[in-house]
């Protein structure tokens, strides 16, 4: 388990046990993060006295299928958002992270250990003089950010995923099974995106509205402010995509109700180019005495009748475009 | 008839009749509840009258096809909420329940036995000491806690269906007929299920907006907001099962036209190679001086003839992918 | 002409002419009502007359295509709703009901005979205490209770018709053609339905508005806000049918394309099972020395090939399904 | 170019030249009205300088393509609103009307002469008496009621061709493709229609608005309100239209599909019943020695085969409705 | 790089420098603008340290994929707008345009040289007077402008494709699969035009609403509030443009199936007229002794039923319009 502890905004400690943090968090310089991954119950029951957090709070952590959500508790807040990975098969892989948030400390708790906590603690050390002004405010605004980022890079790759089909559409289309596949696919992708990443514009602007300036003070409004444009980015984003996909799924349907039309006309053309010269041979295999029955002009009569009229309605076709 | 007098938040009698009530209902100490199930008109009138409920609130417990709803009358609030169960065909089968609301008293009226009140009950007596604080705001919570669960667990229920449908699209189709079934049966029970849930959010969202105080204090106010946070991932969740099934179903859609070109190009291909030959046995079959007629050379050219434009034609098609 | 005199809530005149209006109108005791049926432009202008009716809500009346509104004068209420019937073809047939409410008069202008007033005063009649104490505002909310409650049984009626549809839709198909043009219909009287009372909603909560109290005082509040609920029962049914009826519509296309699909499957198939023998047949009838020309063992060599490859064919497309 | 001066609700002047407008404006008591059709950038200044119009409505004026708005500017209001017209193939024919009201002056800009500017004057002229009491107010209220009254005819037209699109759909198809036009050129007709309608909701909703008292008195108020109600029913209408419309397109692909199963179902029968009696005689026609070869009993048996083969196949695709 | 000083609304200096900015900037008769063509992260620290730019608007400066937006820091104001262009293909090109303004200081970043600011300093150029009484209000009021006049452009200019579009509809439909890639691509432009088109409606309006006084004057207000009414006139085109393309696409798809019904009518009669004389050929190809085999009367049989059954049929058919 990971924890930290920041004085004027250096770390001054890493990896102390859960149980120290009630005394660090009496004192207003410091800031305390910790973070778990996938806890037990006691874990969290540890923690939730030691901070004094809601039993609701802690009860979502523990519950799956939550939502991105902000609760106002009395002593803290509670956030719910979601980290985006793709897994192995390219599918969306969304994995949730609890966060408290308390006057000077941060819990972080991450569903598992897919959500690279690594990444947001560089963030933060990478500019790290705001923390000593802001404390849990810099901290979260890292975690965020963090997030939003990540939806965002999923959101490009989604992007360029629409425009591969696009490409596949117009080109050899090769597999028509396998567009169908992945057009399904990067849909139910979408769904579950749009799942995790509308809500998080209710979250965002929770946060950047004035009248809550305990935990967001002037100077840090702009960056939250900051990170709830990007969400807007990617709501905006995810909404050009679907316009595109629908294009795209209309655009193929159009496609197919083209080609069958193609086929049938090519269908009912060499149909007739080959229908027609078999009925004249049946004409010609009657056991009637029909003209040139068993004289050489017969056969002559017959060839050119077969070949004058396959040729012209050859001819006919080709013009009206039909072959 | 279920009865239930609580005294300090400790059950201190059970079973008594509803005549009774007036008497206990004067005491602030006291919280009554009792239960009943799909009452005569004149059991609703005794109860009416002991609680002093309005005559409109009485009617609409009688009439059939409400939607959820909370209604605020001057001495009371009239709920009405669906508890969601599966009939033995896995159809969506809701269950009305009415809910009156007075400062100590809790009026829970059934429409029929399948909404299962005992699991209410346990709820109830597992968190006892909530009740001695809260009273009817706790014992009301606990009854919509129990019915947005059950909506939770269908709506996970509906998700499980449609990823049956998913694969059940991609993989051998077996019998389109049933999947077709099913799909319209999975849309039917979604459309009916919206109809009792999204109202919910608005009887939440009235319930725990600040100013309703006399019966939310500020400690229950976050339990009301949890529900109220349920039915909203309850009616995202629903939102998008919709587009999924609807992603589905134009999947679905786009597949069958690529299956109609595909057996029109295979019909297409066949045609030609049977009914080539058959041109060219018409052809040696008239009763014309043809080149070979009666010849054993005619016989050998004919067959290759046949045999060669088969082969032709099968290797042509079956390069342009149309066998 | 009905006309009625109410005083302290009891009918103590009828059919008296509308001449003498003015005088019981002065007197605050008295609640007038008096009902016409697609009046002249002169009788309007007498009433107008009488009661200070504003010219533009005279006008309105005798002008048809009104939307159902609220429109609120200096000295009185112009209220236009739709009472819904089915023709005998069982086409929706609404009919026009303006209303004027002034402070002690009650004016009913029904477009025809079909809007059946007489309903409406049976109910007034059924509970005439209220009468007395709510004069105007009783006899108001008894008309549009009437009149929201037909729209109730009519959204009944519709939903029983998707049913049936429905049912028509995976039973046998029998005629197609009819499935369609009832649908075609159906959707047609849903359009018309929604078009007469969605507004209703915008009419009541005008009505129910805590400000407007000189119509609606706290007693008859929850009278108001019931019909109100009711119009909202009607316009979430409404909506859950337009769902419904899009997914029959959606099924019943996904169905022909599978239909579809099937009869070229079998096309296909069959055409093989003929063009095979013929084929054959085709060969042996050439006037070439083939091998058994004129032999009997020719003769079964033609029969077995012809009968193997028909039996082999049935076997093969029997068992993909395909006949 | 048409003007007029209004005293105390009397036309005193007519056809006056622009540049006595100014000395006219002062005077409290006068109402000046003036029209100009297609203006020269030169006229319109030397209207701007006499009533002191803002350079950014004039130059509104001389551009096209606008929308529906009013504009507030310290001196003055700048309305633009579309007179609507069928041109000669009956397509939608907007013609841009803008108009300035000052204090006492109401200037009227056509964009051509196809606005019909006399009716609003006849209209203006027969109601004279409130001109003297509410003078531009009243004005330009007879504008705005004959441009939605000409909104309302439209819709009604449209109406009119929905009801004939319907009738043709279940009728006699006769011109499948001439239906085909005339859904498109309906449907891109509302669009246009739409266009220049929805945002004159905005333009009344602004005007009838209780705070802009200067313009509109408590007295004019209903008038006003009235001219918004037809704006309500015009663009409520609209929306009911492009509903039927849907449902019109939506029965008519399904019927597509109906007749495409039903021609499919036709041609697999009758190719079946042609291609049987085909491979029969093929089979009699071939050069070895089948039973009945070359003997009377043998054309007995052929005939009998084919027309019982035929016969049968009648009647059982007969009974499934096949043919 | 381009610089301007302006004093009094005339340009006084072209050309300096950054570094001597910051001196201009002090001097409150001054307005400064310079512009910035896709500059180096060290450029803009120069500037972002000469005006007191917030860090995370010079970020948003490096970053691709911002949306239009307007963020209000406590010094200045950041703007993002995008002029759109078109490139040699006909694709609509977005290009980015960052803005920041300050109390007398504009300063513009382009994305690239294809944002052409030449025609921006023109217009400023054409009504310098402005320049002199609201300094930074009027430059900025030049750019957007001339954005929004951009946007304009482009959306006739994709009313004209769709005109087009819908001639070739209806017209010689010549090359169907190149319509279905025009109608592919105009969708995708507009889905990306109202990307960067529909946030614009934000933008302006932050900036009409009367509470930002400090840089929009009850002068400029007007001239702001033109502007937005041009992006309102922009995005309600689009809307419009949106339900032109969906009518096209709908009525193309219904053209499609009707073109399928026609060829399928056709395949059908066609195939009759020639495999009904086939199949009487065959009856007389038999090696039966039938009525007038090896006779002359049998040849005349023989060709009349086949000539008798072709007209017949072409007859029906034709008189159906089968063919």
Redesign the interface.
Do not use: C
């Given at each position: 388990m990971r924890t930290r502890l920041y004085k004027d905004g250096v770390v001054v400690k890493k990896g102390f046990p859960i149980a120290d943090v009630s005394e660090y968090v009496c004192d207003d310089d410091c800031v305390v993060w910790f973070d778990l991954c996938s806890p037990s119950p006691d874990q969290l029951g540890v923690i939730s006295e030691e901070l004094g957090l809601?039993e609701?709070a802690v009860e979502?952590v523990l519950n799956d299928?939550?939502?991105p959500?902000l609760?106002v508790?009395d002593s803290h807040l509670f956030i719910t958002v979601y980290g985006i990975y793709l897994d192995d098969e390219g599918d969306l892989d969304p994995v949730e992270m609890n966060v408290f948030v308390t006057k000077n400390a941060l819990v972080t708790v991450r569903e598992n250990e897919r959500f690279n906590i690594d990444d947001v603690v560089a963030r933060w050390d990478a500019s790290g003089e705001h923390t000593a002004r802001h404390g849990v405010a810099f901290l979260l605004h890292g975690l965020l950010d963090y997030v939003v980022d990540g939806q965002?890079d999923l959101v490009?790759t989604l992007d360029g995923q629409v425009e591969e089909l696009?490409d596949a559409?117009?080109g050899e289309s090769g597999n028509?099974?396998e567009l169908?596949?992945r057009?399904?696919r990067l849909?139910?992708n979408m769904?579950?995106f749009?799942?995790v990443t509308l809500?998080m514009r209710e979250v965002l602007s929770t946060l950047v509205r004035r009248d809550r300036q305990v935990l967001v003070n002037a100077e840090m409004g702009?960056?939250y402010?900051?990170v709830y444009?990007h969400v807007?980015?990617v709501t905006?984003?995810v909404d050009?995509l679907r316009?595109?996909i629908s294009?795209l799924?209309?655009?193929?349907?159009?496609?197919?109700?083209?080609?069958?039309?193609e086929?049938?006309?090519?269908?009912?053309g060499?149909?007739?180019i080959?229908?027609?010269?078999?009925?004249i041979?049946?004409?010609?295999?009657?056991?009637?005495?029909?003209p040139?029955?068993?004289?050489?002009w017969?056969?002559w009569?017959?060839?050119m009748v077969?070949a004058g009229a396959s040729v012209a309605l050859y001819t006919v076709f080709k013009k009206k475009d039909w072959l």
């Open positions: 809601h609701l979502d299928h939550q939502r959500k609760d508790y965002f490009q696009e559409l117009f028509n099974r169908q596949r057009t399904f849909r139910k769904v579950r749009r799942k809500p702009p960056y402010q900051d444009d807007l980015r905006d984003w050009s316009e595109l294009n799924r209309e655009t193929h349907l159009a496609q197919q109700g083209f080609k069958l039309n086929i049938m006309k090519r269908l009912t060499w149909a007739a080959i229908a027609v010269p078999t009925a041979t049946g004409f010609y295999g009657q056991n009637v005495p029909y040139g029955e068993g004289q050489p017969g056969f009569m017959s060839t077969v």
